[in-house]
């Protein structure tokens, strides 16, 4: 792969109006080291952009600023000239930007929101387009098209917030409890349809945890799923590529000091551990990387994308669980650590996905 001209602008975007907020400024601090280290140096030219928990956004000095502390700013430190939330232009410098490299994670950047604004800029950014990201991040929706594809899935119901409110306002319809209930099971998860890094998910062992996790998950999504709880491992897979030429790492297993890998798990050290390679069989690594692939252009994702099974070690069933078209880079991170076991360190694995970015945006305008 040629190297990028050394005049190559990347514009390093994070933070962001989401409940992922600290876990993007982490990754972002991982990648600009990544992009900043002696060979990336001499390719790319990096500008830092902060978005604050409003939607603002802040020019390199204040982003720097944030990175280097590692958390955002206090509250009404940086002092905005804007009370209004929200996008309100870009700082100095971003119209320069040659590349955006996204850095984050959840709603209003993992969704297609910020992908559609780069589209409409005409510049080419990391990760999947407008679709892929909208479909990846949207549980209903991404298992809508997982079902289509007919990759395997563990039993689940969609439920709206409307669902879940009788006329009176006294909570879930019997009806409805039942039907979970007799589809699903204990245990079961209730999740949020639009939320990552586990944020809202519950655990529900019966009636009374069922209603706390519907209310929960419903107070920060309109849509959520409930999935039936299964006995398994939890693999990993890392994607990366353009559009038609996406290829999988080796897999990764999560192993954690917890009953299930909740958000607490996965972002403290010491609760959780990863077995790179994943100690399973030749056959289900090639069969995990290939779902892993199908995964992926089931729902239009492509760039990056780290996808995440349930495997039964009892039945050899291997069920998707979900995709995630912005993952984590931070020490924790499968991705990063996935396509180091695979062969291609973080410095290099940033310049394939800067490059992949200027491929697939050359592939847009000649599908245009």
């Given at each position: 792969?040629?190297?990028?001209?050394?005049?190559?602008?990347?514009?390093?975007?994070?933070?962001?109006?989401?409940?992922?907020?600290?876990?993007?400024?982490?990754?972002?601090?991982?990648?600009?080291?990544?992009?900043?280290?002696?060979?990336?140096?001499?390719?790319?030219?990096?500008?830092?952009?902060?978005?604050?928990?409003?939607?603002?956004?802040?020019?390199?000095?204040?982003?720097?600023?944030?990175?280097?502390?590692?958390?955002?700013?206090?509250?009404?430190?940086?002092?905005?000239?804007?009370?209004?939330?929200?996008?309100?232009?870009?700082?100095?410098?971003?119209?320069?930007?040659?590349?955006?490299?996204?850095?984050?994670?959840g709603p209003n950047g993992e969704d297609g929101t910020i992908q559609g604004?780069?589209?409409?800029?005409?510049?080419?950014?990391?990760?999947?387009?407008?679709?892929?990201?909208?479909?990846?991040?949207?549980?209903?929706?991404?298992?809508?098209?997982?079902?289509?594809?007919?990759?395997?899935?563990?039993?689940?119901?969609?439920?709206?917030?409307?669902?879940?409110?009788?006329?009176?306002?006294?909570?879930?319809?019997?009806?409805?409890?039942?039907?979970?209930?007799?589809?699903?099971?204990?245990?079961?998860?209730?999740?949020?349809?639009?939320?990552?890094?586990?944020?809202?998910?519950?655990?529900?062992?019966?009636?009374?945890?069922?209603?706390?996790?519907?209310?929960?998950?419903?107070?920060?999504?309109?849509?959520?799923?409930?999935?039936?709880?299964?006995?398994?491992?939890?693999?990993?897979?890392?994607?990366?590529?353009?559009?038609?030429?996406?290829?999988?790492?080796?897999?990764?297993?999560?192993?954690?000091?917890?009953?299930?890998?909740?958000?607490?798990?996965?972002?403290?050290?010491?609760?959780?551990?990863?077995?790179?390679?994943?100690?399973?069989?030749?056959?289900?690594?090639?069969?995990?990387?290939?779902?892993?692939?199908?995964?992926?252009?089931?729902?239009?994702?492509?760039?990056?994308?780290?996808?995440?099974?349930?495997?039964?070690?009892?039945?050899?069933?291997l069920w998707l669980n979900e995709i995630n078209t912005l993952p984590g880079?931070?020490?924790?991170?499968m991705y990063p650590m996935l396509w180091a076991a695979s062969g291609v360190?973080?410095?290099?694995?940033?310049?394939?996905?800067?490059?992949?970015?200027?491929?697939?945006?050359?592939?847009?305008?000649?599908?245009?």
């Open positions: 792969m040629p190297d990028a001209p050394s005049s190559t602008l990347v514009g390093l975007v994070f933070g962001g109006a989401s409940g992922e907020h600290a876990v993007s400024i982490r990754s972002a601090q991982t990648v600009l080291a990544g992009l900043r280290d002696e060979a990336n140096a001499q390719r790319y030219k990096t500008l830092c952009f902060y978005i604050d928990r409003l939607g603002r956004w802040w020019p390199p000095d204040i982003a720097e600023a944030v990175l280097a502390r590692g958390a955002a700013p206090e509250t009404g430190d940086p002092p905005s000239s804007s009370a209004r939330p929200g996008f309100q232009g870009f700082p100095e410098g971003a119209l320069e930007v040659d590349v955006w490299f996204p850095v984050l994670h604004l780069f589209t409409l800029m005409g510049v080419p950014f990391v990760g999947s387009g407008v679709l892929g990201s909208a479909v990846g991040m949207d549980k209903q929706a991404m298992k809508a098209a997982f079902a289509s594809a007919g990759l395997p899935q563990v039993p689940y119901l969609n439920l709206s917030r409307g669902e879940l409110t009788l006329a009176d306002g006294q909570g879930p319809p019997e009806a409805l409890l039942e039907r979970i209930e007799g589809t699903l099971g204990y245990p079961c998860f209730v999740k949020p349809a639009n939320l990552g890094s586990s944020v809202g998910i519950s655990k529900a062992i019966d009636r009374p945890t069922l209603l706390e996790g519907l209310r929960t998950a419903a107070a920060l999504d309109p849509r959520l799923v409930v999935e039936r709880g299964v006995v398994a491992r939890e693999l990993e897979c890392a994607v990366l590529g353009p559009p038609g030429s996406l290829r999988a790492s080796v897999l990764g297993e999560i192993r954690f000091d917890a009953d299930w890998y909740d958000y607490e798990a996965k972002y403290s050290e010491g609760r959780s551990h990863t077995l790179i390679p994943a100690p399973v069989s030749e056959e289900t690594q090639t069969r995990a990387r290939a779902m892993a692939v199908a995964a992926c252009e089931a729902v239009g994702a492509s760039g990056l994308a780290r996808v995440d099974f349930f495997f039964s070690e009892a039945d050899q069933d880079f931070t020490s924790q991170s360190p973080l410095t290099e694995l940033l310049h394939h996905l800067l490059e992949n970015a200027r491929e697939s945006a050359k592939f847009a305008r000649y599908a245009a």
